[in-house]
Each structure stands twice: as C-alpha cells, then as structure tokens.
C-alpha cells in the first residue's frame, strides 16, 4: 500500500489549496482516511477525516468551516479542500490510511492508522 500527497505550496493568508492523497494498493473507499498535520516544532495533529463504514466526515475544530474532505472512487483519490488559509495553517500534511472502518473514537487517533503517505508542505504567509 502506497499514499502519495501533494498540493502543497506557498500561499498567502486567506488563499484556498487542495491536497491530494492517490493510493495503489488498496482502494481508498474501502479505508479509513484522514489528514494529519505537523508544524515545526509542534506534535502531529488530526486535521480532518472520512470513514468507509458511512462516509462520515471528521473535522479538527481548528479547520471545521474552511476544510472539506472527500474522495473520488473513480481516481482513488481523497481530496482535502483548504480554504480561508491562515498562518497557522502552515505544517506539513500527511495522509493516513487506516484498513476498513475505524471506530468512531479512534478517527482522531494517529495510532489508529496504518500506512501513511510521505507529507506535503503548505506554507500561508501572513
């Protein structure tokens, strides 16, 4: 199983960027799938979710509003929709693929995952 990220870039504040998570391997609509991000010096954090069971959706409250996950079946691909971008928005992101269905209280969870991809940089000035 593989998971490639990309879309990362330099923005400015207030600027929209869409990543992209392509897996081989597996097909992603069958797996847990979420983003995490990690800035410098900062612990890795959940930024959003979507699980395979129901296509629930999970969001950090930190982004909840400006972010939107999804996933194209067709393209094996999921998609994290960043708009409004600030500053603080700036890490790396990861995507992260968890076999089957997580349960509801380990989305959030980084130990809940089983591959990850390798990080996209997305830096928002000020």
């Known amino acids: 199983v593989q998971l490639q990220a990309s879309g990362g870039g330099l923005v400015q504040a207030g600027a929209s960027l869409r990543l992209s998570c392509v897996g081989s391997?597996?097909?992603?609509?069958?797996?847990?799938i979420a983003w995490f991000r990690q800035a410098p010096g900062e612990e890795r954090e959940f930024v959003a979710g979507?699980?395979?069971?129901?296509?629930?959706?999970y969001y950090a409250d930190s982004v909840k509003g400006r972010f939107t996950i999804s996933r194209d079946s067709a393209k094996n691909t999921v998609y994290l929709q960043m708009n409004s971008l600030k500053p603080e928005d700036t890490a790396v992101y990861y995507c992260?693929?968890?076999?089957?269905?997580?349960?509801?209280?380990?989305?959030?969870?980084?130990?809940?995952?089983?591959?990850w991809g390798q990080g996209t940089l997305v830096t928002v000035s000020s």
């Open positions: 992260a693929l968890k076999i089957g269905s997580a349960i509801l209280s380990s989305v959030r969870q980084e130990v809940t995952y089983d591959y």
């Open positions: 391997g597996r097909t992603l609509s069958r797996d847990t």
């Open positions: 979507i699980r395979s069971s129901d296509g629930h959706k």
